[in-house]
């Protein structure tokens, strides 16, 4: 059974950065499939932030690309987001996921981690 | 604002059947294929239709999906109060070359 984890601190100063890494267990990254990284506001909808594959080519928001820099560490078995220069605006649950073919980077997510809410505050 | 436009909540009785739109465009939906997923409270999404129509395993037929032009449908019927949730469409938008989701509709079965 593939399972994700989302870890990294659960407070960040505004202007600082935002780091969270996934662990897959169950499945190798390296054996196939874009890793994506969504967010949610509370109360809000689902964002897409950007995708990752084990050689690392990578999709980015549009909106969100100047700021963010995904990578990915198949000797851990993870992959990580990194976000720079946080506003109260980027304050939300990040979640990690498997898209579910193992090489078009279009199909949709088939396995998530729990969430971790990451809140933006001094 | 969503890229796909989705209805912010639709209600039902149990027993009944729902529908959920998610409208997009040419670059979305009109060239790519549809996928919901399924928020129940405090959790993570579930897939629940992939490929415009399929269903991953485990997931029952009364969650059906259909795509027309640059348009989106999840069909739920026979509702039950376990189906109260946050339903998602998404889809790859090639102008953008990135995943985008709609605003998500909050299904109440009443």
């Known amino acids: 059974q593939v399972q994700l984890q989302e870890s990294g601190p659960g407070l960040v100063k505004p202007s600082e950065t935002l780091s969270l890494s996934c662990t897959v267990s169950g499945y190798s990254i390296s054996s196939g499939s874009y890793w994506g990284w969504i967010r949610q506001p509370p109360g809000k909808g689902l964002e897409w932030i950007g995708n990752i594959y084990h050689s690392g080519d990578t999709y980015y928001s549009p909106s969100l690309k100047s700021r963010v820099t995904i990578s990915v560490d198949t000797s851990k078995n993870q992959f990580s987001l990194k976000l720079r220069s946080v506003t109260a605006a980027d304050a939300a649950v990040y979640y990690c996921?498997?898209?579910?073919?193992?090489?078009?980077?279009?199909?949709?997510?088939?396995?998530w981690g729990q969430g971790t809410l990451v809140t933006v505050s001094s | 604002q969503s890229v796909l436009t989705q209805p912010p909540s639709v209600s039902a009785a149990p027993g009944q059947k729902v529908t959920i739109s998610c409208s997009g465009s040419n670059s979305n939906i009109g060239n790519n294929y549809v996928s919901w997923y399924q928020q129940l409270p405090g959790t993570a999404p579930k897939l629940l239709i992939y490929?415009?129509?399929k269903r991953p395993s485990g997931i029952p037929d009364r969650f059906s999906g259909s795509k027309s032009g640059t348009s989106a449908t999840l069909g739920i019927t026979g509702l039950q109060t376990g189906d109260e949730a946050d339903y998602y469409c998404g889809t790859w938008d090639s102008s953008m070359r990135g995943g985008v989701f709609g605003g998500g509709t909050k299904l109440t079965v009443l």
């Open positions: 996921a498997r898209v579910s073919h193992p090489v078009i980077v279009t199909a949709p997510f088939d396995y």
């Open positions: 490929e415009n129509n």
